[in-house]
C-alpha cells in the first residue's frame, strides 16, 4: 500500500515503525483518520449492504492493487468513492476475514 516517511510519534525506541504502527500510517493516508476511526467503532452487523455496494467495495480492491506502488492514485481514488463503499473498504483491509463473514451476510446478492 502507501509507504510514507517516519514520524517520531510512531517511532518505536530503535527508531523504526513496527508492522502494526506502518499499517495504521498506511490506513490513515490511504482513507484518513474520520474514516479509520469510523471503521473500528463500526460493527460489520449494522451495515446496511447492498449488492451495488459490495460490488463497489470488491472494485475498489481491484483497482487498489492495480495502483499498487502509487499511493497518490490509490488514495485519489478512494477519496472519490461514496462514503459508504470507502468505510466498508476500510473495515475489509482492516480484517480481511471481514470478506467472508460479509459474503455470508450477502449470499445471494451477487452472483459468483
Excluded: H
Amino acid at each position: 500500500m502507501v509507504r510514507l516517511k517516519r514520524s517520531s510519534c510512531f517511532a518505536t525506541t530503535s527508531g523504526r515503525l513496527n508492522r502494526q504502527q506502518r499499517r495504521e500510517r498506511e490506513l490513515t493516508s490511504l482513507f484518513g483518520d474520520e474514516v479509520v476511526s469510523q471503521a473500528r467503532l463500526t460493527d460489520p452487523a449494522e451495515l446496511d449492504l447492498s449488492a451495488a455496494l459490495m460490488e463497489a467495495v470488491w472494485d475498489a480492491a481491484d483497482q487498489l492493487l492495480r495502483d499498487a506502488g502509487n499511493p497518490y492514485a490509490q488514495r485519489a481514488y478512494v477519496q472519490g468513492m461514496p462514503e459508504a463503499a470507502r468505510l466498508v473498504l476500510c473495515m475489509w483491509v482492516m480484517d480481511l476475514e471481514l470478506v467472508r463473514k460479509l459474503q455470508e451476510r450477502t449470499a445471494g446478492l451477487i452472483k459468483p
